[in-house]
């Protein structure tokens, strides 16, 4: 782990039993200029939930065995894409389900759950339907929320944006915030189908980033045009290996000219 602010790294070992689990990271500010940083992954098999994480205090890997909240009896097949952190906890996302947080610092973490809006959730969780699902939905963070952006195509070649809120995080309430059809974005884009969602702007609720190839596009859902375009470099296939990172002003300056990949 580096950490751009600070200025300093942290090896993290493997863990002891590889699982393949998302890991998410959460930082935690101490006394003195210190700072915890917590990685952890969870893995749920079945009525298994397991808890795996490792912080700098004491550098090394504990495990958890969590209980499960009532609603899991409907996420047995649970497969995580990625974690955020968010609000001092780490929210795992499975693409087709919803979202699990807890609070990996706690002696005792309880999981809650988030389901996606209902009309995103598919209660056929075979892997075949999470092929290149990273590609058309992404939950992020922006203006300190969990947001959920959808892209989809329909047989009629007509493609539909929709972006929602996590409004209630406790009671798991997602707003609906747009609500884009052909043809109302078709003088942006004739063809939506060979984009990718990358990411969400970190501050600005209403523009998604799409890539296609060494292209980078945001689109201004509320506006409705095109806010930004760039070139980037080529990298992975899937957008789920695209991470949004808002510099501050003192980073921008320190890391000028150089070259991440």
Request: overall charge neutral.
């Amino acid at each position: 782990l580096w950490d751009a602010v600070y200025k300093i790294s942290f090896p993290v070992p493997a863990t002891p039993t590889e699982t393949g689990a998302a890991t998410g990271r959460i930082v935690v500010p101490g006394g003195s200029d210190h700072i915890y940083i917590m990685v952890a992954e969870l893995s749920i098999r079945g009525s298994d939930v397991i808890l795996r994480c490792f912080s700098t205090d004491p550098a090394k890997w504990i495990q958890k065995i969590l209980q499960q909240p009532p609603q899991y009896k409907l996420l047995w097949c649970w497969c995580s894409d990625y974690a955020l952190s968010h609000q001092g906890r780490l929210w795992w996302v499975d693409l087709l389900q919803g979202l699990v947080a807890c609070d990996p610092f706690s002696d005792n973490p309880e999981l809650h759950f988030v389901p996606l809006p209902s009309c995103c959730r598919n209660p056929n969780v075979q892997q075949s339907c999470r092929m290149g699902l990273s590609d058309n939905r992404r939950v992020g963070l922006s203006r300190g929320k969990l947001r959920l952006v959808v892209l989809s195509h329909a047989s009629n070649s007509k493609s539909r944006i929709r972006l929602w809120t996590l409004a209630d995080s406790e009671a798991g309430h997602w707003t609906l915030d747009f609500d884009l059809s052909s043809p109302v974005f078709d003088d942006i884009w004739t063809d939506f189908c060979d984009w990718k969602i990358a990411f969400l702007h970190t501050s600005k609720q209403h523009v998604v980033y799409f890539s296609q190839k060494q292209q980078l596009v945001a689109v201004d859902l509320q506006m409705i045009k095109v806010s930004e375009e760039d070139g980037v470099e080529p990298c992975s296939s899937s957008s789920r290996h695209v991470l949004a990172w808002e510099l501050s002003p003192s980073l921008r300056t320190t890391l000028s000219g150089l070259h991440f990949v």
